[in-house]
């Protein structure tokens, strides 16, 4: 069964930037737009970008506009997440998944995801 694998999570003080990466495993993204999202405990997963599989596309939720971008190197199949002036309200599991319908921003439209990775921000 196909993956994708988040990595780059870690503990930062606020203000500090921190890059995720995701690379599928045993799973094909070449084709496929692809999203981050992020949960915290007992709220649903909020998307918060999305990039076209040609990367000449991308969309962000409005939280993180401006602070967050979108990635990915088609040569090397990952995706990134480059997060800057992080703040303690950034604090979730961050996800990566595979859309299946090109560009959404709805959980139910990506079919594989990442197991997430823990992003920690201190104030």
């Known amino acids: 069964q196909g993956r994708l694998v988040e990595s780059g999570g870690g503990l930062v003080q606020t203000g500090d930037s921190l890059t995720l990466s995701c690379e599928p495993s045993?799973?094909?993204?070449?084709?496929?737009?692809m999203g981050w999202f992020r949960q915290g405990p007992g709220v649903n997963r909020q998307f918060l970008a999305g990039i076209s599989w040609s990367a000449t596309t991308t969309h962000y939720a409005e939280s993180v506009r401006g602070r967050f971008t979108i990635t990915r190197d088609i040569a090397k199949n990952t995706v990134y997440l480059t997060m800057n002036s992080l703040k303690p309200e950034d604090t979730d599991v961050y996800y990566c998944a595979r859309s299946r319908v090109g560009l959404g921003d709805e959980f139910y439209e990506y079919d594989y995801w990442g197991e997430g990775t823990q992003v920690t921000v201190s104030s």
């Open positions: 045993e799973l094909t993204i070449s084709g496929y737009g």
